[in-house]
């Protein structure tokens, strides 16, 4: 592959519609949506990649990408992370390095700002494999007859409100009771509710579930059409909400043969679901990054009454920091790293005291481990990880959790 050269940083204003061309080309999205996205993301949410000199183009722009900083909830604890998206390069310029340019450039400067991790839906896997992203986790599209969803008459002590879609606050404060009980979600900023509550632009009419004690849960539906109910996104934290949702779903029987909606593995939907029907019809893996091992780990955490160390022998070809022993102590929910010395490392790993809870595993590999996507037992069994028993035995301990999930999709 060339290397290449070409200055990478914010996409300047002059540069915005030949962006958009980069995005269309790339995505087939129109111009009037990637404007909506850049303005509801902020002006200096989109990285440009300029040619340089091995370009016939020098100084012209050949890649550009959406990035910006959240939360991502690992182990009911908030973890510094950066989103990217719409990662695209010009179709005249492909395979000749710039989206791998424009990706080091890109986990460089969110590595800088602080980001522990990076997360992305992948259109390809060897461009971000080969830059140290791991299988992170999944976002499932799930769908089923509305009657199926029926479990008989809504409880008594229930309420059903429609609710005004315009400020997300009520419903990011129901949604925060799930950051921190499951693994995976983000916390969304205005772009991310955008995306959720108008999904294509379309404003979906969000309902409201409760009972004495408030809200339990929403759901926000768009339109029907074509016969199908999509449920643009919803949150049910009370078995009252779930079987709300489920009679409130049910009621469109007559207009709609199908209702579609995201979720995780986990589904409240999927598990009351009190007939044959649900139908899992897409599932997608995001990736993970873990740009900072030490930032990552000590940010998550953890089940409060695992004690333990382990030793994490990690390399990582793009990050140099990121190679080398760290020795992982938990207790009470949180994790203490040290980076220890090369020479001690070499010690240890030839038969010192911690031998037995070592594990080798490459960055990507620990990206699977640390959102509990992947046990240890799994990346062992196909080359993975290295380690013993023991250290695979606490490695479950530490990294045990919900399966990590996001309905998100950006
Ligand atoms: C995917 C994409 C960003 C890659 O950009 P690029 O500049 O061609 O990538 P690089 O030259 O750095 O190549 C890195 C690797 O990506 C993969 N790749 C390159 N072009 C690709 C393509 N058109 N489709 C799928 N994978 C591709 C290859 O594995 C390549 O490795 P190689 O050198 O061994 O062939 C570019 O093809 C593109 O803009 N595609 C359309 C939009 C898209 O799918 N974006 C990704 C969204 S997550």
Redesign the pocket.
Known sequence: ?TAVTGGFGPLLPEERADAATLVRQ??GIPREYFDRSVELFGPDVMRGLRAGPEAGRAGGLV?CAAVWPMDHWFGGRPVPSCGVAA???DPA?????????LMRGLLEEARAGGAALSV?????L??YT?LGFGRGGVSFDWSAPPAVLSAGPPPGDGWIRRTEASDASPLAALRRSLLSTTNGLVERNEGLWSFALCPDGVPSDVYTFGGSGGPEGYVAVAPPADRKLHVADLCLISPRAVRMAQGFLAGYRAQVDRVTWRGGPDDPLVLLAPERGVRADACDEWLLRILDVPRALESRGYPPRVVGELVLDVSDALIPENSGCFRLCLSEGRAAVRRLPRARNSAEKAGGKTDGAVLSLSIAALASLYSGHKGPHALRQVGLLRGGDEALALAALFFSGPAPWMPDRF
């Open positions: 592959m790339g995505f890649a990662v695209a390069v310029e492909r395979g000749r390095g710039y989206g791998s340019a992305l839906y992948p259109a390809t060897p461009l080969r």
